[in-house]
């Protein structure tokens, strides 16, 4: 019954100049668990996911996984460790179709070196293939199928948000960080994308851990919930004790409560 | 020789340098105003290397290409790790420091003089050869993964990154690439021309090529071969002087860019595919 | 005897330095509104230094008018420059490249019409156009054309500091370095405040292009000079115009040490070696305000 830890995470701190984005931020994702963060804005959510996936590397503190600490490691090693991200303002290429976009995850496996490339040689031509091949069950996978040959930048922004995770999924990961993925959605939209993230988690084996100020998408999908303020953590819970807790209500639910 | 072939060798050899500055700049957005500091430093290494020491010709070139990827290797790694202005700086500091050595040290190069009795090697086969290889390999290169993964980087590197490309292992790949093909072009030159001098190696000829990538295209492989030709040719035929051509380019690259910003040819490539296709049995054509 | 030849070399440094501090702070304020490395600086302060020499050796006017005639020069060419360069990519939002490829096609123009006008040779302001020579302080000759431009460098400082800090412009131009995109929100004409950097830039670059004329030398190719402005703020870090001119000035000081002690044909090769260690060792500079992509 009980799940192993995956990725743990003890005494994060993030300091930008005097200021602390995240102050002593500790949690762990256990495999096959989905598990969410939540907070009003500039509440150092996204600076979580960032030193994560090495964006940003943490002040202090040490993220473990695999029995290795992430900190300090590049962005590209730690995505090569098993640990692949989306973003909150979708990052997607110029003038790249789908297809191409969700085979550039693929690159760093290639068994190539750049002078082969020059004779053509039948290797470049089957890892060529191969990852087509891969890349086209991914974009099925998240429903793009008719638009796996479509500039990726031209789709609509709720096809893009499945762009990007299509990509973080062709990085073939044991972790999947969401930023936000509910983002410029209609209700629609993000039920779809709800929907599809749910079934993600279940064919894939995968663990999630999924920012979001959208308290229905939290809700639904997650398993376990850190809630952050002012970067500290204020408390944490299943979804029904963290809807519970007056400080949480306090800072956060409250207020959105008023604002509706 | 002709003055047709001769031109038309030069005109060889350069394009050659200019697809070097096709997938650093085109394809990478990296601008390095040192690229012609590379041509000048295969041009004398392989110089001085047959006529000093009398090397064969293969080895010398071997040798110059070596130099030349070697010192882009230790400039990279300085400078492609921070921002892409500081790399076009460093390498214009690398520039004037290469044409400040090539002109100090006179006794090995000849200083401002120049370094001439070079042999007469480079064949219209060889430089012809060499830059149908040179095309061949930046299509291969293009259509690999590598031709990806630099569209992926110029347009967000960040992305790229967290998708595990090694981001600065692939530019400094292209960067030693792109310097390796200006040293190639500047041995074919040195031994077309017989004479070499540290003022042809300056940043103007770096930015030349870059405007000739900008203005045929840089997402066109196409577009830059016959935006080189054209405008490596148009100069001969029309007798300019140096200052005049120059400033006609820039004027050129200005209209282009407002008015144009993809170059001529766009993303536009020639392909064989229609010619190819004309010869397949009808069937075939329906598979698509 | 020692000290007073090093005490020279130190005012000669200085007053270099100085010209590097013009170009260097010329050249970060547009950066930092733009964000991209605006090579046509040095197109120019290169016709604004011709311009100066025309006005003194053909027309024969006297200092001050011709340093006057420099800098407002610098600030017509820029406004042009960033006409003809920059203004259109701008507003069709085009990407970074080519901003950087035109920047460094209007310099290499500039460079070609000055070459074409005037031949590559090396010119010089007239000898007349300083009354005075030399002053002596003690044992100490100095050169007044060294005296001059470190004195109007500071001017020009003191003044461009009061526009930053207290006129409504300078302030706007402030505001875009920061955040250009909330600044046009905030309902300021972003057009506006670009022109007016341009001006400010091409100012203090046309000043810095005459005096590097009078002091220095005067060819076509003054304009590459540019370059010794962008390591000085690349060292200083892009960010603080305070560590730009501290750094250009200690880079001008370095530089006259170096061609006195191992020849100018060195001294790149020692410049750009230190240049890339520093950038290993420091690549926000001494300032340290560093440029990384948000997530």
Known sequence: MDKAVIVDMNHLTKMFGGLCAVNDFSGHVKENQIIGIIGPNGAGKTTILNMVSGICPPTSGEIIFKGKNLCGMEPHKVNQMGIARTFQNIRLFEDMTVLDTVMTAYSWRAPYNPIETLFSSPRVARFDREIKEKSMHWINRVGLTEQAHAVAKSLPYGMQRRVEIARALASEPLVLLLDEPGAGLNQTEVQGLVDLIQDLFSDLHLSIMLIDHRMEVIMQLCEWIYVQDFGKKIGQGTPEQVQKDPLVIKAYLGEDISNA | MSFILTISLSIAAYSIAVLGTFMLTGMNGLFSLGQAAFMGLGAYVSAIMVVNYNLPFALAVLIAILVAMGLAVLVGFATLRIRQDFFALATFGFGQAVTGLMTEMVNVTGGAMGFSNIPRLTTPTLAFTSLAVAIFFVWGFRKSHFGKDSLAIRSNELAAKVEGIDVFKHKLTVFVLSAAFAAYAGVLMAFHTR?????????????????????????????????????????????????????????????????????????????????????????????? | MQVMVLLQQVINGLSLGAVYALIAVGYALVFNVLKFSNFAHGGVLGISAYAGYIVANQLHWPLIPVILVGILTGAVVAVLVELIAFRWIRLQKGQLVYFFVTSVTMLMALEQVLIIRFGASFESFP?????????????????????????????????????????????????????????????INVDQIIVATFIVSGLLGGLSGVLYGISASLSPQIGQIVIKGFIASVLGGLGSLKGVAIAAVALGVFEVFLVATIGSGLTPVVIFLLMVIFLLVRPQGFAGVSFTDKA
């Open chain 3, 127 to 187: 000898y007349t156009l300083l009354k005075v020579k030399v002053i002596h302080l003690g044992e100490l000759t100095v050169s007044i054309t060294y005296l001059l431009s470190l004195v109007l460098t500071i001017i020009a400082f003191s003044v461009l500091l009061y526009i930053l800090k207290k006129t409504k412009i300078g302030i706007a131009i402030r505001a875009a370095s920061n955040d250009l995109v909330a600044t046009s929100l905030m309902g």
């Open chain 2, 195 to 288: 004479y070499v001098e540290p003022a042809m190696y300056g940043w103007i000829a770096s930015v030349t090529w870059i405007i000739i990538v900008f203005f045929g295209g840089r997402d066109s492989l196409t577009g830059t071969v016959l935006g080189s030709i054209i405008l490596l040719a148009a100069p001969e035929a029309l007798r300019f002087t140096t200052a005049w051509r120059t400033l006609i380019y820039c004027v050129l690259i200005l209209v282009i860019i407002n008015l144009r910003p993809r170059g001529l040819f766009g993303t536009w490539e020639l392909s064989l595919r229609p010619i190819l296709n004309l010869f397949k049995p009808k069937k075939h054509q329906e598979v698509q």
